[in-house]
Each structure stands twice: as structure tokens, then as C-alpha cells.
């Protein structure tokens, strides 16, 4: 599970946050860990994907403005959030996911979103203009 999360908060559009999940409990190099949103009254939205090799996905939304990255000694992820934009306001869940990802951005996202496992109520993320 994700043992501990940090670095939500408010921003002014354009800003940056750094989101980080610390995960405990299981073999961090045997799953696929990411990040999803929640923004109220909206379905959740896949968000970035890190495999245990460091191959990496993301949603349309957020190509090129964010970046997940992984210390497998630390057992941390972390999603970097830049350029954001209004609609990125959202409730974020860092979640993982034993499957092999692969193809597409959407594709694997999708199979991510199908399998994920997360816990706690997410990170708030705030994004005034």
C-alpha cells in the first residue's frame, strides 16, 4: 500500500507541485505504480503510470506538463506537476497494480485503471487562476 503521500496543496495556474508516494507493505519493484484524479462530480482520470522497468505513461491531459519518476531505493514515487491548469483541481490517489503495461499511453492506463489498488483518501490539489 502507499504508506504515505505529501505535497498536495494550492497553486495559482502556471504553478508546479510535486506529489510523492512512499510505498510499504509489498515489493516495490513488482508493480506498476501511478497516479489517478478524482475531481468532484467527474470520474476518475488515469494520470501518469511508472512500470518497475521505468517505462512511463500519461494521460492526453497532462503530456508534457508532468512527469513520474521513481526511486526504487526509497521505494518513492513522485509526480511532478508543472504548467498547471485549472482543471488539473482534483483529489489525487497514488495506486498500484501488478500487471504488465505496455502499447499505448491510453491502453496501458486503461489496463492500469482496471486492476489498480489504492487506499486513503488522496491528496488535494488546488489550482486557483
Known amino acids: 500500500r502507499c504508506s504515505s503521500w505529501s505535497g498536495g496543496g494550492s497553486v495559482q495556474a502556471g504553478g508546479s507541485l510535486r506529489l510523492s508516494c512512499v510505498a510499504s507493505g509489498f515489493r516495490f519493484t513488482d508493480y506498476a505504480i501511478g497516479w489517478f484524479r478524482q475531481a468532484p462530480g467527474k470520474e476518475r482520470e488515469a494520470v501518469s503510470v511508472i512500470t518497475p522497468s521505468g517505462e512511463t505513461f500519461y494521460g492526453d491531459s497532462v503530456k508534457g506538463r508532468f512527469s513520474i519518476t521513481s526511486d526504487n531505493v526509497q521505494s518513492t514515487v513522485y509526480l511532478q506537476m508543472d504548467s498547471l491548469k485549472l482543471e488539473d483541481a482534483a483529489n489525487y490517489y497514488c495506486?498500484?497494480?501488478?500487471?504488465?503495461?505496455?502499447?499505448?499511453?491510453?491502453?496501458?492506463?486503461?489496463?492500469?485503471?482496471?486492476?489498480?489498488?489504492?487506499w486513503g483518501k488522496g491528496t488535494p490539489v488546488a489550482v486557483s487562476s
Open positions: 495506486a498500484i497494480a501488478r500487471k504488465i503495461l505496455a502499447g499505448s499511453d491510453r491502453y496501458a492506463l486503461r489496463v492500469f485503471m482496471s486492476a489498480m489498488n489504492y
